[in-house]
């Protein structure tokens, strides 16, 4: 993998992630108001932000090897997706997501991290703009508000939790899904909205009748077979002990490219 | 502290660990292969003045082997997270070397002299006629070639669910802790099979997950307080008289967050990777991704020095996020008189601060830049703006060349630096005796 590629692509995601207040990062030359003509070549924050979730989330799926995956980076890793989740669902963000919910916005959300960082992405934005406009209109009413972006962990952490649930539960029991990422990652976005607490298995919850220690529950892959080196995504979509074969290899050539793009590998 | 280049050894495999023991005599590595490898020092002779002080190997053994868990479908890796030396008792040498899972005991001892003159048996050993026996003869011991040879003595396994990131060993020299992301525990030099939990963070409930154990350390002194630090970069001093399980702390060392330094990387940036007491016992330094920071054991609101390491990196986060950088886990040392500490960084450089003078100092370990007994140069890292001749540019940095284990001579100014396959020590001939 370039590492110098890499580091080249987010680039602009650093100079945005320097300072963590939003105040900061709306420079008065960018235009919030949702018009294409408005965005300039450095990607707006909850774009930026969007595309730091989908990263730590890949991030997250993609550390199944032979060996155990290192637990205080995945605890670390996971930490930051609820810090993000948490502020989303204070800006209210989450409910703009929600309500632009096709499968391919959220194909071109996981897109964005490579879009993002090229200087002229305006095509690719020009998708993102129309979801993102109406609510970059909430946020700049909120910026009136009290500016100091804590987290709060109190209310809204219920919502990452079961973000994180319902992501695993999509690994967990293929069969509720075609297999399809963008589809789970709709679901993700949909079923933050119900805060049931009794939803199913959580990112670090014991699964399976399985007999053993399932505590390092990221490698919770780990219930049916030996997993390859990174095989995740392929493992999600056809795992051993589901029929839909079929639909998951044409899944699975997008799967591909989309890690492709995202991994830069 | 101008460092000459004492030695640069390449070893066969990426260099995972690095310890002296405590005369300072001996130096311990131990690599991604399960091997360790013992240097010792070369004693000072007037004939050679040059070639006092140089370490060569002294043994070389494989400590830990690859396993696999059939249960889980995983590989345990043989790479030795950490050794450490016991105080030495007796005539051998014994040292800690972990993995992820299996601590084991190993006993190093020379033999020099072997017994010639046996009645029963001949030279190669094998049984004499009795009948050309004639006369009794008491064997006489001969000087031999040095061998050193390296044994077993425990295996202190099955101890740990998660991947033990720390051994201590007491200052009662006759138990040890081992500390994995989840638990510490408690064991007896001389006993396999029963430790003791000391700590457990886990949650009754694995989803409400949030901080792992990152070190843990015994207090060189008072053999019942240890320290253990975490990812949300708080340390917890506990004292083992107060319960059987130390989950609740006697101390908690945290420093608040600067709020005009927020992002989302906040909180990775702020695990702590080491964390050391002084030798004194009244200090501990901590490392995480930007800085080290000396705490007074007394003093819990904050540390009471705070050093950037490498803050040109702190507009680089996402980058480095992206490429796994920000969890790579540094370690940090003192000197023998606490007076400066060193801890590595990326493109080979390391760190020194002089606690007193308040100066720091870069400087590389890479063979291009160090002849043997050449001074090294100090370098510098240029965040745009000025540019001297000789400064590095925060964007040529290579972030694959890191220096994660560094180590330094008990008493003397000799440090070992771990680049990678490369071992370098440094020594400081100027002034031989600690200031």
Partial sequence: ?265 | FLPLILMCSNLSDIISTVEFNHTGELLATGDKGGRVVIFQREPESKNEPYNQGEYNVYSTFQSHEPEFDYLKSLEIEEKINKIKWLPQQNAAHSLLSTNDKTIKLWKITERDKRPEGYNLKDEEGKLKDLSTVTSLQVPVLKPMDLMVEVTPRRIFANGHTYHVNSISVNSDCETYMSADDLRINLWHLAITDRSFNIVDIKPANMEDLTEVITASEFHPHHCNLFVYSSSKGSLRLCDMRASALCDKHSKLYEEPEDPSNRSFFSEIISSVSDVKFSHSGRYMLTRDYLTVKVWDLNMETKPVETYQVHDYLRSKLCSLYENDCIFDKFECAWNGSDSVIMTGAYNNFFRMFDRNTKRDVTLEASRESSKPRAILKPRRVCVGGKRRKDDISVDSLDFTKKILHTAWHPTENIIAIAATNNLYIFQDKVNSEMH
């Fill in chain 1, 1 to 265: 993998m370039g590492e110098e590629e890499g580091l080249h692509q987010t680039q602009l995601l650093d100079t945005m992630f320097v300072r963590g207040l939003k105040r900061k990062c709306f420079d008065g030359e960018e235009d919030i108001e949702g018009t294409l003509a408005g965005i300039k070549a450095v990607p707006s924050y909850n774009l930026q932000r969007q595309s730091l979730l989908d990263m730590s989330l890949v991030k997250l799926q993609l550390c199944h090897m032979l060996v155990e995956p290192n637990l205080c980076r995945s605890v670390l890793i996971a930490n930051t997706v609820r810090q993000i989740q948490e502020e989303m669902t204070q800006d209210g963000t989450w409910q703009m997501i929600n309500a632009q919910n096709t499968g391919q916005a959220s194909l071109d959300r996981l897109v964005s991290t490579d879009i993002l960082c090229r200087s002229s992405g305006d095509q690719a934005e020009g998708k993102h703009v129309p979801a993102y406009g109406t609510f970059n209109k909430d946020f700049e009413s909120d910026q009136a508000q009290d500016g100091s972006e804590t987290m709060s962990t109190a209310s809204s952490v219920q919502a990452p939790r079961n973000l994180q649930s319902n992501m695993w539960e999509e690994m967990e029991n293929p069969q509720e899904n075609k297999g399809n990422f963008q589809k789970s990652l709709d679901q993700i976005f949909e079923t933050l909205e119900n805060k049931s607490p009794n939803s199913v298995e959580d990112l670090f919850s014991e699964v399976d009748n399985s007999y053993y220690d399932l505590d390092t529950m990221l490698t919770g892959m780990m219930t049916n077979t030996k997993m390859g080196h990174c095989d995740s995504l392929e493992t999600f979509s056809s795992p051993t002990n589901t029929a839909s074969n079929s639909n998951c290899k044409s899944d699975l050539n997008d799967l591909d490219h989309i890690v492709e793009i995202l991994v830069e590998s």
